[in-house]
């Protein structure tokens, strides 16, 4: 395995996927840049675990927010990756899920671009797919579900700059960071005729050792989260294939392993 | 990194992502999964060096489609999954990209569910994201793409049993297996009132050493990829992301590396 993909080298950027959560949902390759690493960059919503993967001697430098404390701007995160690539280093840059899905990683790369300092994007786990494949929700399924679209509730503000009434009548919506804006997500999405009755499903911490499913449907997923506290980090799944995995009702064993009782 | 995830057991189905093509882009715990695989119950699409992972003595069947041979059956390979696991073997079931985007795998879970098999879904990185990822075409961007969509082409036929309409008007739309119905898709996206200046991507055996990208608009990507010969397996992402790229002009450097010259 090691005689494939890529070798890290000085001077260069790795734009690599951290996965949905737990630390082994790492792709190989993001693994080996991280082990080279001289320095690595991350946010908040990485893994402490993959740190520990680094050299001892790495750099470690975080830029994610946290509360009562100075976050980096992107533009310092930018700042940061050049300046340490000019200086000769192997510049890990850490992000969850995958860097291309709502990471910003689009901005990251083109900064490093116009600075002409080589880039190389390692892809991750999203958790948009990640998170229900792990816990047995398919996004897609044959006569039920035909099309997922992703979106990041960022997007459900006053400008809604988005279509909210195309993606209201995709068979599949994955919505992501979506607690914090649940109500008018799930406004916008009744407004543009998605039935009140259309399942849905919060997994929240997916794939870390305390990850809970909470399932309701448009008309109560809010009381729902409510009773159940939910809390970000959390997806949210909305269509058809929720029912399918409702109706399993799955018995989770211990270490994400699932014996579902679906029919077939 | 081994002190996490899973431990494969015995008498269980492990439904594997391959990842997108590249043998280390499948997860950590994919690949160990894999190694301590006494049956691997693979497709077409899945890297062969990811085969030889596997024990020396584990069985390897092959059970996808081949030019002039018989094709298992859905449901042969149902049989043969639970037929191993009560046997009381670690089996793995290796597919390309993530289970549940369009890989049956829900089908395969519901079967191993009805037969009271345990299965555990090992997340991978779904060629819909980490293709594009991988050349360094964002799917979302703040101000250019604030959605993805994801669909198959093989819902692109004369039932056409996906809401196109609603697809064509997402901010990014990723087609898989797009390039036996390309003409189709075209239509249809034209149809329901994209436009003919639409940017087109054709990604073709993304993250493997002879991959290609085909680039146009929905008025001329059918001509640009019979010129350019352009043969599954393929992904075609539509959307403003394309010219993101696209204005980059990205050069391509050995293995995976690229310097994009974005102007920010």
């Known amino acids: 395995m090691d005689a494939y993909g890529i070798e890290p080298r000085p001077g260069v950027v790795y734009l690599v996927g951290a996965g949905p959560g737990a630390p082994d949902l790492i792709t190989v390759r993001g693994l080996r840049c991280l082990r080279q690493a001289d320095v690595v960059i991350y946010d908040r919503l990485v893994n402490e675990a993959l740190l520990a993967e680094a050299p001892p001697q790495a750099e470690r430098i975080f830029v994610g927010k946290r509360p009562g404390r100075h976050a980096c701007s992107q533009a310092e995160i930018h700042a940061l990756m050049i300046q340490r690539a000019r200086a000769g280093k192997v510049v890990v840059r850490l992000k969850g899920g995958d860097p291309f899905i709502f990471g910003r990683g689009g901005e990251e790369l083109m900064a490093l671009a116009a600075a002409g300092i080589p880039c190389v994007v390692v892809p991750g786990v999203t958790s948009a797919t990640g998170v229900p494949a792990a816990v047995g929700l398919p996004l897609t399924h044959r006569h039920v ?23 209201a009548r995709v068979d599949t919506l994955v919505i992501l960071m979506g607690v914090a804006r649940l109500s008018r997500v799930v406004e916008l999405l009744r407004h543009h005729g998605r039935a009140a009755s259309t399942p849905v499903a919060i997994i929240e911490r997916g794939t870390w050792p305390d990850e809970r499913v909470i399932v309701g449907t448009l008309a109560d997923i809010l009381s729902q989260a409510e009773v159940a506290g939910v809390c970000p980090p959390a997806i949210v799944v909305v269509g058809e294939v929720v029912n399918l995995w409702r109706q399993g009702a799955g018995v989770p064993l211990p270490r994400g392993e699932h014996v579902l009782s679906f029919s077939d």
Chains 1, 2 share one sequence.
């Not at 509730?153 to 279509?163: F, L, P, Q």
């Open 145 to 167: 579900a035909g099309a997922v679209a992703i979106v990041s509730a960022h997007h459900a503000g006053d400008r809604d700059d988005v279509d909210w009434a195309a993606l």
